[in-house]
């Protein structure tokens, strides 16, 4: 893997935290 | 943290095969913010949230990491993941893994006072002081190594 695949939808990032059992780290930025 | 931190191939890697990666605009405030930052004064950029599987907050950061501090952060929070589960020798292994690793990280010092907490889980006192004096004798100008002084050091 060359680049971190990001998801963008908290729904969905938790549905796979859930189904994996890896910790959630989401990034809260600014729009830029 | 997008122009080096996260293109450095070390931190693909583990983040990809450890975590879910969200990023998440705070401009509108969507779900995420909502869910997560509930009532936090959001006034600085960024803020980083580790969330376990189920939703319970392992840990809240701010501003930007280089690339060892970062991974050290990573491994910190599979740590903490660990020890929610009460998995303590899982625990233990993520965070003695940062001072052993990434020493010269801010974290280390607080890997090794929360390696203290999972000993003391396992041991008692004896645990706990093992990693303390360790945190004691390799960062005594740490706020953690302030911290453990409420234990007295072995003689």
Same mark, same amino acid.
């Given at each position: 893997? *060359?680049?971190?695949?990001?998801?963008?939808?908290? $729904?969905?990032?938790?549905?796979?935290?859930?189904? *994996?059992?890896?910790?959630?780290?989401? $990034?809260?930025?600014?729009?830029? | 943290? &997008?122009?080096?931190? @996260?293109?450095?191939?070390?931190?693909?890697?583990?983040?990809?095969?450890? !975590?879910?990666?969200?990023?998440?605009?705070?401009?509108?405030?969507? =779900?995420? !913010?909502?869910?997560?930052? &509930?009532?936090?004064? !959001?006034?600085?950029?960024?803020? !980083?949230?580790?969330?376990?599987?189920? &939703?319970?907050?392992?840990?809240? +950061?701010?501003?930007?990491?280089?690339?060892?501090?970062?991974?050290?952060?990573?491994?910190?929070?599979?740590?903490? =993941?660990? %020890?929610?589960?009460?998995?303590?020798?899982?625990?233990?292994?993520? %965070?003695?893994?940062?001072?052993?690793?990434?020493?010269? +990280?801010? +974290?280390?010092?607080?890997?090794? @006072?929360?390696?203290?907490?999972?000993?003391?889980?396992?041991?008692?006192?004896? &645990?706990?002081?093992?990693?303390?004096?360790?945190?004691? #004798? #390799?960062?005594?100008?740490?706020?953690?190594? +302030?911290?453990?002084?409420?234990?007295?050091?072995?003689?």
């Amino acid at each position: 893997m *060359t680049e971190i695949a990001w998801l963008s939808d908290y $729904d969905e990032a938790m549905a796979q935290a859930k189904e *994996t059992g890896r910790p959630l780290f989401a $990034d809260f930025r600014v729009p830029g | 943290m &997008g122009a080096v931190t @996260y293109p450095e191939p070390r931190v693909v890697d583990f983040l990809s095969a450890h !975590f879910i990666p969200l990023k998440v605009e705070t401009s509108p405030p969507g =779900a995420a !913010f909502k869910a997560v930052l &509930g009532n936090h004064w !959001f006034n600085w950029a960024p803020v !980083f949230v580790y969330l376990a599987p189920r &939703g319970r907050e392992l840990r809240r +950061t701010l501003g930007f990491y280089p690339p060892e501090s970062f991974l050290a952060e990573l491994r910190f929070v599979l740590g903490m =993941a660990e %020890l929610t589960h009460s998995r303590l020798p899982a625990a233990l292994e993520w %965070l003695t893994s940062v001072p052993e690793l990434f020493p010269e +990280t801010p +974290t280390a010092p607080e890997a090794l @006072y929360w390696a203290g907490a999972v000993a003391y889980k396992q041991e008692k006192i004896p &645990g706990l002081v093992r990693y303390w004096d360790e945190l004691r #004798r #390799r960062y005594p100008q740490s706020q953690w190594a +302030t911290k453990a002084d409420v234990v007295p050091a072995r003689s």
